[in-house]
């Protein structure tokens, strides 16, 4: 095979036979060499490999001013850098048949750093949701997002790898990614909501994405109806975003939506924003817009600040970087930064897999619970 290398930078005609094999070469090479490996898939788009021998770099710097590489940030914010030695990048990925034989190891041994944290109860989550129903009902808060963990037992043949390229092809419009990091372990993530991205031509976009329902295989996007709770809440994520949009006094925006999409086994509404940074001479926009944007109302609530002393108050649980963070930033002259949701932190032999649910004073503790499960399912039906 015939490989072209300009920098560090090599690309690979892949096959759909080789791709989880080699896939598993690269990283128990990185391993072996004591690397940090960063995965990912951007929607629609082939796979692509960050490895690096120096530490996760912490950074405070405007991501413009970034070299290129990729960024990592937890749920207060606190953001890492991995610029990346070697990167790679898999094409042709298409509905992959798994050879038995993936390499000489049987595993991709990925580096586990951390303890894992107890699950979250179903009577500890609802007292949560009525919790925050009821200090909405008697206070200025709009929205909060308490979140729970699932503590899963991985299944005795469980290979990240295989994993990664299952949620690939399962999840064609989500960005898939794998953290695997000496300083924070390693993290699984296959996501539905970008936060910011920037392209070459310096187009700026984000989204508001709420509401949740599961989806039925029998009727089309177009047919979906929504109660009042899921409008409302994806309202008030839109106004979030506009509501930023007004603080810098940016005007010129395209705002399309909402419309209902599809993110694995759920529906969600979702409205994008879309400006051109070119025409409006806003060229920072998109790390103005990331210190604003995050956390979204979509993961914290609103306005941010109750909803923030309201979630420490009512989670017995390290966020860590669930509903923060991550994706590929300065590549090629682009950006794409995306929420941390539908993700995992993975040990040896079992997962904490996290979920939240946005809570209004019209919410019901059953459904919210329910719709936690609903979401944990996104990773469970691809790890079993």
Known sequence: MEEAKTDNKTVSPYTKERLAKDIKSWTNWAMDNNQNIVLF???DKHPAMLLDSKPLSRVDAPIEELESGFLFANYQGELWHLQGEQHIEFIDLE???L??????KTNWEYYVTNKEQPGTSKENYTNA???GIDTILHSSLNKVVPSKIKLHNLPNNFCLATAFVKLCNKYPSAFISVVSTKEFGTWLTATPELLISVDSDGIFETMAL????KNNTERTLHEVAWV???IEEQAMVSRYIINRFKEIRLRDFIEKGPMTVQAGNLNHLCTTFKVD???TEFQNLGGVMLNLLHPTSAVCGMPKEPALDLIEQIENHDRKFYTGYLGPVNIDNETSLYVNLRCMELFKRNANLFAGAGVTAISNPEKEWDE???KFNTLLNIIG
Do not use: F
């Open 277 to 279: 940074t070119k025409a």
């Open 228 to 230: 009042d709770k899921d």
């Open 210 to 213: 709420a509401g949740t329902q």
């Open 129 to 131: 949701v009525q919790k």
């Open 95 to 97: 509905q992959v048949n």
């Open 41 to 43: 898939r951007e929607p």
């Open 372 to 374: 936690t499960e609903l």
């Open 99 to 104: 050879p038995v034989e993936l390499s000489k």
